[in-house]
């Protein structure tokens, strides 16, 4: 079995000087490089101190109370957000969804759009050259970009499906599949924010796309949007989203490309047929 690579911790000077007492102890799920500092929750900021800097402002001014929570950042004792690199929040309880959430994790992300209604568009975002966020561009026509062979037909399928859409955009999180927690009696707590400016039905999409692709999303609820006209096109661009990300993922060792292949395909299938 290959060895895991180890998750990388905080020195202590970090620690200090976000005011943290304790032995870090790293966080299952994610992209693995989370940690827990007794009620505090440490991550890398990966060449991304800017966007987390501006993160930190939009989430401190989100209301409580407003059916979701989300981490609050934690700042050093000279008000930074980040400190050598590394970003802290507090730690928030609850069950990962999204099996058997699916509801809720929608519901989450209605909830934290609505808060994030009026917050102005960051000029950072035309910055991030990340997988993710050149995905996001081809989803929406922004761009071109070319996949790896093994998607190639259900990458050529989705494009020939796209059409223009007018939607209103705003900041949403982007990647809220796995990032919704839940716990008896108190709102979804909503994690690792993922900053994108589309329209909420598209967040919603991709949602949904996740859980037909990779996860147990009952069939019903594909059409949990099907009362908008746009909600076709918001799946289709979710898929391309998804489609374009994981190729851009794929290293040379990539030995999936069939298996998702066919998956990308089904969904292409089950989405068309509503």
Same mark, same amino acid.
């Given at each position: 079995?290959?060895?895991?690579?180890?998750?990388?911790?905080?020195?202590?000077?970090?620690?200090?000087?976000?005011?943290?007492?304790?032995?870090?102890?790293?966080?299952?799920?994610?992209?693995?490089?989370?940690?827990?500092?007794?009620?505090?929750?440490?991550?890398?900021?990966?060449?991304?101190?800017?966007?987390?800097?501006?993160?930190?402002?939009?989430?401190?001014?989100?209301?409580?109370?407003?059916?979701?929570?989300?981490?609050?950042?934690?700042?050093?004792?000279?008000?930074?957000?980040?400190?050598?690199?590394?970003?802290?929040?507090?730690?928030?309880?609850?069950?990962?969804?999204?099996?058997?959430?699916?509801?809720?994790?929608?519901?989450?992300?209605?909830?934290?759009?609505? +808060?994030?209604?009026? #917050? !102005?568009?960051?000029? /950072? %975002?035309? @910055?991030?050259?990340?997988?993710? *966020? $050149? =995905?996001?561009? &081809?989803?929406?026509?922004?761009?071109?970009?070319?996949?790896? +062979?093994?998607?190639? #037909? !259900?990458?050529?399928? /989705? %494009?020939? @499906?796209?059409?223009?859409?007018? *939607? $209103? =955009?705003?900041? &949403?999180?982007?990647?809220?599949?796995?990032?919704?927690?839940? +716990?008896?009696?108190?709102? !979804?707590?909503?994690?690792?924010?993922?900053?994108?400016?589309?329209?909420?039905?598209? =967040?919603?999409? &991709?949602?949904?796309?996740?859980?037909?692709?990779?996860?147990?999303?009952?069939?019903?609820?594909?059409?949990?949007?099907?009362?908008?006209?746009?909600?076709?096109?918001?799946?289709?661009?979710?898929?391309?989203?998804?489609?374009?990300?994981?190729?851009?993922?794929?290293?040379?060792?990539?030995?999936?490309?069939?298996?998702?292949?066919?998956?990308?395909?089904?969904?292409?299938?089950?989405?068309?047929?509503?």
């Amino acid at each position: 079995m290959p060895e895991l690579p180890r998750v990388p911790l905080p020195p202590q000077s970090v620690l200090d000087a976000f005011g943290l007492r304790g032995v870090p102890e790293p966080l299952t799920g994610g992209q693995g490089r989370s940690v827990r500092v007794g009620g505090a929750v440490l991550k890398p900021a990966e060449g991304a101190e800017e966007e987390a800097v501006w993160a930190a402002s939009v989430l401190e001014r989100l209301p409580r109370g407003a059916g979701f929570r989300v981490p609050r950042p934690l700042r050093s004792a000279d008000g930074d957000a980040v400190v050598d690199g590394w970003t802290a929040a507090e730690f928030l309880d609850g069950r990962l969804g999204p099996q058997r959430q699916w509801p809720g994790v929608l519901a989450a992300g209605r909830a934290l759009h609505a +808060a994030l209604r009026e #917050e !102005p568009r960051p000029g /950072l %975002l035309d @910055r991030r050259t990340h997988p993710w *966020a $050149v =995905a996001d561009r &081809v989803a929406w026509g922004e761009r071109e970009a070319d996949v790896v +062979a093994e998607l190639a #037909e !259900p990458f050529a399928l /989705l %494009l020939s @499906r796209w059409r223009p859409v007018e *939607a $209103v =955009a705003q900041l &949403v999180h982007g990647d809220l599949t796995g990032n919704v927690l839940f +716990a008896p009696g108190r709102d !979804p707590a909503v994690i690792d924010f993922t900053p994108y400016w589309r329209p909420p039905l598209y =967040a919603e999409a &991709v949602v949904i796309v996740d859980g037909l692709l990779w996860y147990d999303l009952p069939p019903e609820l594909l059409a949990v949007g099907a009362d908008d006209p746009r909600w076709h096109q918001m799946l289709i661009r979710a898929l391309i989203f998804r489609l374009v990300a994981l190729s851009g993922l794929a290293g040379p060792s990539w030995r999936a490309g069939e298996t998702e292949a066919a998956r990308f395909l089904a969904v292409a299938e089950a989405v068309e047929r509503g």
